[in-house]
């Protein structure tokens, strides 16, 4: 990714221990002990309390009550934060049964963590409709659960995580004006979000389409018109569209005042693989076994046919040589040759298109 990662106007900022649930005495001295928890990094203990706290809280108050709300998204967060306490896996020094057996596990925490954010979403949705932003909120939240940043999802998890942004971006734009700061960040977050995927037409029209907006939006906006227009930049050098990418550094050219050209980004597009060569190397039985081993990854640059055929491959420079003692970057190039990719549609034709792909590698630690 180019310029996602320094996007911090998207990061929800939770401060568990400042939400006030419970607002009547009843309740103080549960409260107290669950901020304790969470001060003190016991979130398991805390999850335990604020469910005894919302079975409470249920007998008391009516259903369609705020405080309900806020608690069941307490304990979507804190289900997350028991869920990246649970499983510590290394993934350079690599045993494999006990990653996969970790894995296992970690599989099984995320779906208390979607359980619990589905329960938070159905009951706003329910009771309280009108809290548009926090259901936006919360479904961002659980898409990035799903499908974290910097990562891919593929099949059920990829869609599931496109229709949570989905709505929320829908949800967002039909209650507030494009140009309110909730609806541009939903707006930036899914095109960001199919950018990360490889789908650079579906992330392509939702760039431009914030770029349009840049003579209404405020001056403290343009940084993020400057990424959005790279992000435009990158996505025409990937389809190879040399009239668009003239276009994109004119306008890049006029909001900075520089008349050197952009350097070339080339985007990441192993999203855009039929399958996950990388895990099918992982499971391969020669990689197995109890010996050290250290996993390391290079990215090879490839031309893809309109028909997802790998046409050309140039691994980067490295010295490295593969488990079984193979040049990593000859291997890299050879093997990359034969993969296959998703063919991609711009405005309802198949193209070629070019970008980076990772290689995933063992080598003796």
């Known amino acids: 990714m180019s310029a996602n990662s320094c996007r911090l106007w998207l990061v929800f900022i939770i401060v568990l221990t400042s939400s006030v649930l419970v607002a009547q005495p009843a309740g103080a001295g549960l409260q107290t002990q669950i901020t304790k928890l969470i001060e003190q990094k016991n979130y398991r203990k805390a999850l335990s309390l604020t469910k005894e706290q919302l079975k409470s809280e249920r007998e008391r108050i009516p259903v369609n009550h705020e405080d309900i709300g806020s608690i069941l998204t307490n304990i979507a967060r804190l289900s997350d934060l028991v869920s990246s306490q649970g499983v510590p896996i290394n993934i350079n020094e690599i045993d494999l049964s006990a990653f996969k057996a970790s894995a296992r596990r970690f599989d099984s925490l995320n779906q208390a963590v979607e359980s619990s ?80 995927q490889g789908e650079f037409g579906q992330s392509l029209p939702l760039y431009k389409r914030f770029i349009e907006m840049g003579p209404t939006l405020p001056k403290n906006k343009g940084a993020l018109i400057l990424s959005a227009l790279r992000e435009c930049l990158a996505i025409a050098t990937a389809i190879g569209d040399t009239g668009l990418r003239a276009l994109y550094a004119q306008k890049l050219a006029d909001q900075t005042g520089r008349s050197n050209p952009e350097p070339e980004i080339l985007l990441d597009i192993t999203p855009r693989l039929v399958e996950d060569y990388n895990e099918t190397y992982m499971r391969d039985p020669s990689t197995s076994g109890t010996s050290p081993k250290k996993m390391k990854s290079i990215f090879v640059k490839v031309l893809v046919s309109s028909v997802g055929k790998v046409l050309t491959a140039t691994a980067e420079n490295t010295q490295d040589s593969e488990l079984k003692g193979k040049p990593v970057a000859k291997l890299a190039e050879s093997t990359v040759l034969k993969w296959r990719f998703r063919p991609l549609m711009i405005a309802g034709s198949a193209t070629e298109y070019r970008g980076n792909v990772e290689f995933v590698y063992l080598t003796k630690s």
Do not use: M
């Open 117 to 196: 954010y589905k329960e938070a979403i159905s009951y706003y949705e329910q009771h309280l409709p009108l809290s548009v932003e926090k259901i936006a909120t919360l479904k961002i939240e659980l898409a990035t659960k799903i499908i974290p940043p910097k990562t891919t999802g593929r099949g059920e998890s990829y869609e599931k995580a496109a229709a949570l942004r989905e709505s929320a971006y829908h949800l967002l734009i039909t209650n507030f004006p494009l140009a309110d700061e909730r609806s541009l960040a939903a707006l930036l977050s899914l095109a960001d979000f199919y950018e990360a």
